[in-house]
């Protein structure tokens, strides 16, 4: 089974990335069908959506102040426990295989900057066009909320190892070499066979403060169910912190959630019997 989120935010989505998150759930899926491991079909799922440019990550990424383009991406196999990462990464389509060639080729989990980029230029892998200007972002109305965009998947595999990843092109109005969860492991990635998977999204420095992904993977280690780890893991994020997120989770057991405190998730999941694709989910509120 897997599951796959482009994002929470306060506006609706629109069809075509509705039907960009279906193509990636279906992608994802019959990698698992074919016998792939979680951690591939994850990949398969976030490429999809890197590649599109509807969603801020890869291709469609923001930009910070000064007019660049830096991703954050991270990976993680609940199988043994290994995982990559990058941060502040430029120029490069997918930073989800860049992330996957730091776990699997490199004696590292997080690369930043030219470091990451030389991977990904040791790999081949696809480089962005040079961007037509340079001029720094300009301020939106929506600045402070996170944009819908982040994307990120869960996968269990036919041999039950689970596996998560998520990759952002970050928030508005960043200033240059910031960083969000979306790279940090514990934070907006986690998983282990142990507990489940998890995939954050939503503003990262809260997120990063509570450790999410690492929090709501230990609940379900103390035997929680998904929605019980993740629903109490957001309440507490807005009633400490103030600020919003999604997740989805997939305990490795099988059981499953999605869950949000903004008013939209464009989210979805498909397992053997079922698919489904929502923008609304199990929306958590401050007395949760």
Same mark, same amino acid.
Not at 94 to 112: F, G
Not at 126 to 138: G, H, Q
Not at 169 to 192: E, K, Q
Not at 224 to 237: D, I, M, T, V, Y
């Given at each position: 089974? +897997?599951?796959? =989120?482009?994002?929470?935010? =306060?506006?609706?989505?629109?069809?075509?990335?509705?039907?960009?998150?279906?193509?990636?759930?279906?992608?994802?899926?019959?990698?698992?069908?074919?016998?792939?491991?979680?951690? =591939?079909?994850?990949?398969?799922?976030?490429?999809?959506?890197?590649?599109?440019?509807?969603?801020?990550?890869?291709?469609?990424?923001?930009?910070?102040?000064?007019?660049?383009?830096?991703?954050?991406?991270?990976?993680?196999?609940?199988?043994?426990?290994?995982?990559?990462?990058?941060?502040?990464?430029?120029?490069?389509?997918?930073?989800?295989?860049?992330?996957?060639?730091?776990?699997?080729?490199?004696?590292?989990?997080?690369?930043?900057?030219?470091?990451?980029?030389?991977?990904?230029?040791?790999?081949?892998?696809?480089?962005?066009?040079?961007?037509?200007?340079?001029?720094?972002?300009?301020?939106?109305?929506?600045?402070?909320?996170?944009?819908?965009?982040?994307?990120?998947?869960?996968?269990?595999?036919?041999?039950?190892?689970?596996?998560?990843? @998520?990759?952002?092109?970050?928030?508005?109005?960043?200033?240059?070499?910031?960083?969000?969860?979306? %790279?940090?492991?514990?934070?907006? @990635?986690?998983?282990?066979?142990?507990?489940?998977?998890?995939?954050?999204?939503?503003?990262?420095?809260?997120? +990063?403060?509570?450790?999410?992904?690492?929090?709501?993977?230990?609940?379900?280690?103390?035997?929680?169910?998904?929605?019980?780890?993740?629903?109490?893991?957001?309440?507490?994020?807005? %009633?400490?912190?103030?600020?919003?997120?999604?997740?989805?989770?997939?305990?490795?057991?099988?059981?499953? @959630?999605?869950? =949000?405190?903004?008013?939209?998730?464009?989210?979805?999941?498909?397992?053997?019997?079922?698919?489904?694709?929502?923008?609304?989910?199990?929306? +958590?509120?401050?007395?949760?």
């Amino acid at each position: 089974m +897997i599951l796959v =989120h482009g994002g929470c935010g =306060h506006s609706a989505p629109t069809a075509a990335q509705l039907g960009l998150l279906r193509r990636a759930v279906d992608r994802g899926y019959r990698a698992l069908a074919a016998g792939a491991s979680a951690v =591939h079909a994850v990949e398969a799922a976030i490429v999809v959506l890197e590649k599109s440019g509807c969603f801020n990550a890869g291709k469609g990424s923001n930009r910070q102040t000064d007019g660049v383009t830096r991703m954050d991406a991270s990976l993680m196999d609940g199988r043994d426990l290994s995982a990559g990462a990058v941060a502040s990464l430029e120029g490069v389509v997918t930073p989800i295989r860049v992330a996957r060639c730091v776990m699997e080729r490199t004696p590292h989990v997080l690369l930043t900057g030219p470091g990451a980029r030389r991977v990904a230029d040791e790999n081949r892998l696809t480089a962005l066009p040079a961007p037509r200007s340079r001029r720094r972002e300009r301020s939106r109305p929506s600045a402070g909320l996170p944009e819908l965009g982040t994307v990120g998947a869960v996968a269990r595999d036919v041999h039950g190892h689970v596996a998560a990843g @998520t990759s952002t092109g970050g928030v508005t109005r960043m200033l240059p070499g910031r960083v969000g969860d979306s %790279a940090l492991i514990g934070s907006g @990635t986690y998983a282990d066979d142990l507990s489940g998977a998890v995939s954050m999204t939503g503003i990262g420095e809260g997120i +990063i403060r509570l450790g999410l992904a690492k929090e709501i993977s230990l609940r379900l280690e103390r035997g929680l169910s998904p929605f019980q780890a993740g629903s109490r893991a957001l309440a507490e994020l807005l %009633a400490r912190i103030g600020t919003d997120a999604g997740a989805i989770i997939l305990a490795s057991h099988g059981r499953f @959630t999605l869950v =949000h405190t903004t008013p939209y998730m464009i989210s979805g999941y498909r397992t053997e019997g079922a698919t489904r694709i929502a923008t609304q989910w199990r929306r +958590i509120a401050k007395d949760t």
